[in-house]
């Protein structure tokens, strides 16, 4: 959650001829934004919405209750 990796990010995108997608790294929508300003397709940042700030990682927004996991795993 420091960021994307840019520099690696826009070297692969240069020599690539099919999109990419950029995962691992966005703990803000100011990273989303310089990734998508740099021409990146598509930006993966799981983290950033599932995680309160990157401070406190352990706060998960949805988890599954008690009777949905007896549901997954009887």
Known sequence: MLGYD???ITKISKNIS???IAA???GSLED???A???GIPALAAGSLFVFVNKNNRSFLINYPNENE???FYR
């Open 6 to 8: 840019m520099p690696l």
């Open 18 to 20: 099919i999109p990419l």
């Open 24 to 26: 691992g790294g966005a």
């Open 32 to 34: 989303l934004k310089t």
């Open 36 to 38: 998508s300003d740099a």
């Open 69 to 71: 996991l007896k549901y």
